[in-house]
């Protein structure tokens, strides 16, 4: 049976998908991992749903915080560490019966201007999910422009890349760059005016510098390759993706380790598993319905895959996961 929770928790940002996410998972019970934390919408859904327990990872120190004021409620139910997903293994101590990992930004860091995420809000040009290390800033105002294209172009798909990039490098002889707005403004200038209902021309040069800044594709690939270490036989494995490059890294991965194709380069050696280690619990990624559309409008791009762990012992560390966009491939920009 679940278990409640605190009366009063309630997150302040509501979990993508996580009705779907719960169906296809249950029934859930034993020890889960949440290694997105955020606001603690799906760990809380977890919990509600009848897991025992849930640990909460997140690399973001401000998400913890916030956690802190409800998190206690739980009691010894949910254990909160910082750290990065890419070792959610070492992290966890313990085999888990299921992983879940709501990928890209969340909608706290959006709606903070001094994070520097967001191009429709003013603030210090920023992004790093952890706080530390390189900033979109140091990013934009010191790479070259081959190496801004690149970005741009394989982590963003945006089809101007080179025009923008040498956009930047341009701006930045006069001044550096150092905000959210004049960044966007730069990008504005290189592109058409959209027509109704596009989305704005910024999206995809902050999605591409958000997630170099962060190394998001890298932590992706090692995030899923902990999960299948970490996971018991039978245990789950739900992930959320919000744009095309993050899904069809997942997509590749479940693929490869259910003995599917999974190679994004079809002349390249084969490097499915011998024995399957996962088995496909959703052929094709949930989408949301008419009912979360309506009553979150953000959730419209998010996609959920889902597959279960076998018996088979995990794999070697291999050093490539498919689907892995590469920088200085030619290619148009």
Aim: charged residues 25%.
């Amino acid at each position: 049976m679940a278990q409640s929770g605190p009366a009063d928790a309630r997150p302040p940002h509501v979990p993508v998908l996580l009705r779907p996410l719960l169906a296809a998972v249950a029934p859930v019970s034993g020890l889960w991992l949440d290694g997105t934390f955020g606001a603690g919408g799906y760990a809380r859904g977890l919990l509600g749903a009848g897991a025992d327990r849930v640990i909460g990872i997140d690399r973001d120190p401000s998400a913890l915080d916030m956690a802190a004021t409800w998190a206690a409620g739980y009691g010894n139910r949910l254990r909160l560490v910082a750290g990065n997903f890419s070792a959610l293994d070492r992290l966890a101590g313990e085999p888990l019966d299921g992983v879940v990992l709501d990928l890209g930004v969340s909608s706290m860091q959006l709606d903070q201007a001094d994070r520097g995420f967001s191009f429709a809000k003013n603030g210090p040009l920023d992004m790093r999910m952890s706080r530390d290390g390189q900033s979109a800033a140091d990013l934009v105002n010191s790479a070259s422009e081959e190496t801004l294209a690149d970005i741009l172009y394989h982590y963003g798909e945006e089809r101007a890349a080179r025009r923008i990039a040498r956009a930047i490098v341009t701006a930045r002889t006069a001044a550096p760059i150092t905000t959210t707005l004049h960044l966007s403004e730069i990008v504005l200038r290189c592109l058409p005016r959209p027509k109704p209902g596009q989305s704005h021309p910024a999206t995809r040069s902050f999605q591409a510098i958000r997630i170099a800044v962060n190394a998001e594709f890298t932590e992706l690939a090692e995030g899923l390759k902990a999960a299948e270490r970490a996971l018991k036989p039978g245990g789950k494995l739900a992930v959320v993706t919000f744009h095309s490059l993050e899904d069809r890294i997942v997509k590749q991965f479940f693929l490869q380790r259910s003995g599917g194709k999974g190679n994004a380069n079809r002349h390249a050696p084969a490097t499915g598993a011998d024995t399957p280690r996962f088995t496909l619990l959703t052929r094709r990624a949930i989408v949301p319905d008419d009912q979360e559309l309506a009553e979150n409008p953000r959730s419209r791009s998010a996609r959920l895959r889902v597959a279960q762990r076998t018996a088979a012992p995990a794999g070697p560390d291999d050093p490539d996961v498919p689907g892995i966009p590469t920088l200085h491939r030619k290619g148009r920009r």
